[in-house]
Every structure is written in structure tokens, then in C-alpha cells.
């Protein structure tokens, strides 16, 4: 409950940061409005979709990929001595999933509803 008070008021604080900034200026107070919510919902959504592609462990199969590379490429004899995969003659390795970050989900709700918000004032405003 106290990560939602705080993650509210930082996004209060985001809100009236930008709006003020756009407000300053020169645009109407509307148009700052929506572009705000604009600013606010993208930026929200692009970092929560970005922890949850590292939360679900999205990266470890490129990893993967390139360890299989690494072991069938010509120069294995180089680029053996910086790692022990030669010790261990395997490459398959199970990833433990990782705990899943708390602020993933209300990051991601408050982007949409922030997007969705200034699509309907953006919709109204210009029909």
C-alpha cells in the first residue's frame, strides 16, 4: 500500500512537472493537457513492458544462442579462456525465473489509462 502512495504521488509530481513545462509553452491549457497524458502514458508503458521483458527472461535465450556460436566458431581456442564452458561440456543452462518486479503491473495500468484518457480528449477536442 505504501508503494502505491508513492508511486501515485511520483506520477502526481511526473504529471504536474511536464504539464507545466508544456503549458509554459505557449499551447493552450487542453492541448498541454493531452500531451502531457500523452508523455506521462507512453513513457510509463515503454518502461513497465521493458521490466517485464526482463523479468520473463526474454534475453536468455539470446544469450544462449550466442554461447552455442561461440562454442562451434573456428576460433574456440581463443575465446575458450575467458569462460568455463569447456570445463563444463555443456550448453544448455535452465535460467531461474525471476521475481517479479511489484511495479510492473500498476506502471503499465496507469500508462494505458493515461493513453487511453488523452486518445478520448484528443477524439473530442478535434471532431
Known amino acids: 500500500m505504501k508503494r502505491m502512495r508513492i508511486l501515485m504521488s511520483v506520477t502526481v509530481c511526473y504529471l504536474a512537472v511536464v504539464y507545466l513545462v508544456r503549458l509554459t509553452s505557449g499551447s493552450s491549457p487542453v492541448l498541454s493537457l493531452i500531451d502531457t497524458l500523452f508523455i506521462v502514458g507512453i513513457s510509463y508503458a515503454t518502461f513497465s513492458a521493458i521490466m517485464f521483458v526482463f523479468q520473463n527472461g526474454f534475453l536468455?535465450?539470446?544469450?544462449?544462442s550466442f554461447r552455442r556460436f561461440r562454442a562451434k566458431s573456428k576460433k574456440e581456442e581463443y575465446v575458450a579462456q575467458f569462460d568455463d564452458l569447456?570445463?563444463?561440456?555443456?550448453?544448455?543452462?535452465?535460467?531461474a525465473k525471476k521475481e517479479p518486479f511489484r511495479l510492473t503491473a500498476?506502471?503499465?495500468?496507469?500508462?494505458?489509462?493515461?493513453?487511453?484518457?488523452?486518445?478520448?480528449l484528443s477524439y473530442s477536442?478535434?471532431?
Open 60 to 64: 536468455n535465450g539470446i544469450l544462449y
Open 86 to 95: 569447456e570445463e563444463r561440456k555443456e550448453l544448455h543452462e535452465v535460467y
Open 106 to 120: 500498476p506502471l503499465f495500468y496507469i500508462g494505458i489509462l493515461s493513453l487511453a484518457v488523452s486518445l478520448i
Open 125 to 127: 477536442l478535434y471532431t
